[in-house]
Every structure is written in structure tokens, then in C-alpha cells.
């Protein structure tokens, strides 16, 4: 039995020759045999064993699979439109025609979603990854007596780094090769198998750097004080950057970096101290990032009483020699901390 396959969103083009799905209507009346109606039909969700996405290969956690049946079959194979959908704008018809996955999608699954939107689902997968002892290829629910043609619709789930989402699309139950290629046997079968395959979408945090400077020294001018953002993932650097924080009186600044890789751990080092300026307590605090959140490091200066200008533009003008850096002057001469 071929597998119906869930493709990328943004693959659907390029693969649709191949898609078994593109010809999921071309069933008609007559098929071998007749359709036992009161049989168990088994719905399986699976990860192809040659995916090498980020979600077949690291995805820890479980995806719920939601099934709504939206057509009956006879006893023939004839389907019809439940009653509850009668209305949804839901047309059964062009599966007489070897439709395309667009027209399957436009015709059948758009308007199956919003139809199902305040619905229980008929029957739930549930695909467990969650931990070494739970990961599977794959993973089935039986239907007691429930032949018919079934909305599937995967809920979109995250693991913390990344959002992985799925493409709704239908299928029959049971099925056969003829139902899914057009040629090919056409006997039933009771088993109905696609490939669970999602589109990843990586997740950022954000870092807020909070600095307080104490007292501040109006005839030093402005005071500049700066810091490397550095995040390790997996024992990997992630992200790596240098930002300053720029002062003209006392009080509290802050600074916002975006786009920091989440669940990740950020140390963030105060590198530049303002020349006259000393900091109080560590020179460097470690911050975990999490999807969509805001982490905070705080820092706090004073004045040392020493007459030294502080004012300099270090942001990414930087020298690094032998684990020392070195910033930069506006005409490229390093200058002394």
C-alpha cells in the first residue's frame, strides 16, 4: 500500500508529481469486493525512515492528530457528505476527476478545516516522542465501524527551539493502491498509513541588559560601557555580538538584543567599563533565553574618582588578541581600558 504523504507547504509544487495524494479520488464505483462496513479501520501516522528533518531526527515531545470524518461509504465504496458538513462548502466531486493537491485543498480540506474548528475530532491520534523510551516511527488509533473519508489535522507543537507545523489533508478509510496511484490493486484495505513530515520554523528570545551608573561625572563627558552577548547551544555558539550602553547623566539604561537563539544560555560580559566608571559586583552574569520571552542581566557602575574619558564608539569596532580585545578609536587605534 503506498503511503498518503503530508508534504512541506513550501514543497507542495515541486513534489506534487509524486505525491500519492494527487490522485486520492480517483476511485470509482466498482472496486473488488465490497466494503464491510461494520470492520475496524486503522489510521496510522508515520516518519519515514529517510527524513532527515530536524523534527524526524531531534523532535522530543508529543503531536496530537486530530481525524474528522466527513464522508461515509457504502457498501459499493459511494461516498456522501455527512450531514453536519452539508453546508461547509465541502465538494466531494471532484475526487471523480484526478484532482491536484490545490484542488483537493481548495475544494475538500479549506473548507473541512473551518467546518471542524468548534468540533470534537472523531478519533485522536497520539504520536509519542516524548522521551528514549517513547520514540516511534510511527503510531495508529483503530476506528470501530468507520469507513469513510477522514479529515486529518496535526496540531502544531514546539520543542522550546523550534515550532514544527503539518499539512491537513484527507484520506480514505480503508483505502487501496487503485484509490491512492490510480492503477494498481484495488482491493481493500483496511489499513489507511501517511507520512507525518513538518515544516520547522526556528524560535528566538530576546535579552535585556539592564545598566545603572551610579554617579556620573559631567566633566568625563558621555560614558560608554560595553558588552559581549555570547550564547551556547549544545555546546555550540549560537550567537555572538558586542553592544554598548551610552550614559550622559546617572540613572538606569537599558538595551534590548533580539533575535537570540532560543534555550540557549547567554553570559553576557561587561568588556568596557567606562574608563572611570568600576563595576559593581560580577563582571560577567549567565542568562538562560527562551522562546518569545525577555531574559534580564542587570550591572551596576560607579565613579572611581580617576579623570579618564570614557566616551568611545566600541560597538563591533573590536580587536581580539590573544584573548584580549581591543577597542577601537574613530581612527582606528586601540584604546586602553
Known sequence: MKNISIIKRNLIVALVAV????????????????????????????????????FAN??????????Y???????????????????????????????????????IVTPALAAVQDREADA???FDRSDES?????????????????????????????????????????????????????TWNYESTFVLKAEETELFGK????????????????????YKVNAIRDEEVVFDNVYSIDFNSSGTRSRVIEDIPADSIVT??????????QIMGDIAKDTPVFANETS?????????????????????VFEEEDGIIYWLDSNGERVAQ
Do not use: C, H, W
Not at 553576557?268 to 566608571?277: F, K, N
Open 19 to 54: 505525491m500519492t495524494v494527487t490522485s486520492i479520488g480517483v476511485y470509482k464505483v466498482g472496486a473488488a469486493g465490497r466494503v464491510e462496513l461494520d470492520k475496524t479501520v486503522t489510521v496510522t501516522a508515520k516518519v519515514s525512515s529517510d527524513d532527515t528533518s530536524t
Open 58 to 67: 531531534k523532535f522530543k515531545g508529543t503531536v496530537e492528530i486530530d481525524l
Open 69 to 107: 470524518k466527513i464522508a461515509s461509504l457504502d457498501e459499493t465504496g459511494k461516498a456522501t457528505l455527512l450531514e453536519a458538513y452539508a453546508n461547509s462548502g465541502i465538494d466531494l466531486s471532484v475526487l471523480d476527476n484526478n484532482p491536484s493537491v490545490d484542488t483537493v485543498k481548495s475544494k
Open 124 to 126: 485522536v491520534i497520539t
Open 134 to 186: 517513547k520514540v516511534s516511527n510511527s503510531a495508529s488509533v483503530g476506528i470501530e465501524g468507520g469507513a469513510g473519508i477522514y479529515l486529518y489535522n496535526p496540531k502544531d507543537v514546539s520543542d522550546g527551539r523550534y515550532m514544527y507545523s503539518f499539512l491537513s489533508y484527507i484520506l480514505y478509510a480503508p483505502t487501496s493502491d487503485y484509490i491512492q496511484a490510480g492503477v494498481g490493486d484495488d
Open 207 to 226: 535579552l535585556e541588559i539592564v545598566k545603572t551608573l551610579d554617579t556620573f561625572n559631567t566633566s568625563l563627558g558621555k560614558a560608554s560601557f560595553v
Open 268 to 277: 553576557v560580559t561587561e568588556v568596557y567599563t567606562g574608563a572611570s566608571y
Open 296 to 316: 534580564t542581566v542587570n550591572f551596576e557602575n560607579d565613579y572611581d574618582g580617576r579623570l579618564i574619558s570614557g566616551g568611545v564608539s566600541a560597538e563591533n
